[in-house]
């Protein structure tokens, strides 16, 4: 993929075509071309910031390829106009194999201890320089600080109707309060590269190996977190949820274990609390649009159980909104004449990509 005219010629094509896979961040296309099909990732205009994120995929991939053997490779990136070329993985994605809620292959839990002992042994030297006002290496209580501070963020973001659907379902106008107070006692420890978006939708598997997808969202920090992100948005039954500890704790070099038992916990919570933020207006969207009864009463039992989730790491003597009372409150938000349409994360069970 070395000249410009091919890869130009597959992105017009991709931009051509209606059968992307949509992420929240990113579209991706297969294409065809003479060796084969690709990938083409063009990034998806309009999508409002819900994570954190430090370095352009394209230059990460770079930068890991020798060092993570279940990445996709890249064969072209370019700013102007923005888009990637990836090799096509083949495979089924694993939300497709094994939705939540059926237990995965024993080989993909190996592949995900083994990408975990990758990640964790990336040379700090060969990635991107971080942003000058990022955490510095070991400070897990600065790492914990900007996570919390982009979930203040998106909470005080948004129109009139958003504040008052927040406000009437009971999200504090500081869900971090709690956990703030918490992330002074992080141990110390040293950063590493992490994926942070270890989903179902985010792993292809063909039987002999697993890939996994989707880097742009991938930080330098706190190791702990990349495996509390990942048991937060995998769902696992509990025996693998086991597993999965374990097999990062044999992963992770001895510095990087010192309280991480209590680090877990934290970011545990924090990903509980920030899924409740996030999931209001996800939510809300998706029951105002229901088809059928019950599928809005479903939707609705669905975000009263993110709140009663969240619940202990904001205000744990706050009542949780009954199913009907979220239900009103979505169509209220839906029907707001003063609402800012804006495109919104995907509602799947995973993170946003």
């Not at 497709?96 to 190996?110: E, I, K, N, R």
């Not at 008052?164 to 040293?190: F, H, K, S, T, W």
């Not at 790491?313 to 949780?320: I, K, N, Q």
Request: hydrophobic share 40%.
């Amino acid at each position: 993929m070395d000249r410009r005219m091919d890869a130009m010629a597959l992105y017009e094509e991709a931009c051509r075509r209606d059968d992307a896979h949509a992420g929240y961040y990113n579209r991706n296309v297969r294409v065809g071309s003479g060796g084969g099909p690709v990938m083409v990732r063009i990034p998806t205009a309009g999508a409002e910031s819900m994570d954190l994120s430090l370095w352009p995929e394209s230059e990460l991939l770079e930068s890991i390829r020798p060092y993570v053997g279940a990445a996709p490779q890249l064969l072209h990136a370019q700013t102007d106009p923005p888009f990637q070329i990836h090799e096509f993985i083949a495979g089924q994605a694993l939300d497709t194999m094994c939705p939540a809620g059926t237990p995965l292959p024993g080989q993909v839990l190996d592949d995900i201890g083994q990408l975990f002992g990758q990640l964790l042994r990336v040379p700090t030297t060969k990635l991107p320089a971080a942003p000058a006002d990022w955490p510095g290496d070991g400070d897990t209580a600065g790492f914990a600080a900007a996570l919390l501070a982009l979930v203040r963020a998106i909470r005080a973001d948004g129109d009139r109707p958003t504040q008052r659907l927040y406000a009437e379902l009971g999200v504090p106008g500081d869900p971090c309060a709690l956990l703030e107070r918490q992330a002074g006692a992080l141990r110390c420890r040293p950063f590493r590269l992490l994926h942070a978006d270890l989903h179902r939708g985010n792993m292809i598997a063909d039987g002999r190996r697993t890939v996994f997808l989707d880097w742009e969202l991938a930080l330098w920090g706190d190791p702990v977190y990349d495996l509390a992100d990942h048991l937060h948005k995998m769902a696992y039954l509990p025996r693998e949820d086991a597993r999965v500890r374990s097999l990062w704790w044999r992963a992770a070099p001895a510095d990087c274990r010192p309280g991480w038992v209590d680090a877990l916990a934290f970011y545990l919570g924090y990903e509980r609390m920030k899924s409740a933020v996030v999931d209001t207006v996800r939510w809300a969207r998706r029951i105002a649009g229901a088809a059928t009864p019950a599928a809005r009463r479903s939707l609705a039992a669905e975000l009263a159980a993110k709140y009663t989730a969240a619940r202990p790491y904001w205000e744990p003597d706050a009542p949780v909104p009954a199913p009907d009372v979220i239900e009103r409150a979505a169509d209220r938000w839906a029907q707001a004449p003063d609402r800012v349409t804006t495109a919104g994360p995907p509602a799947g069970p995973g993170g946003t990509s």
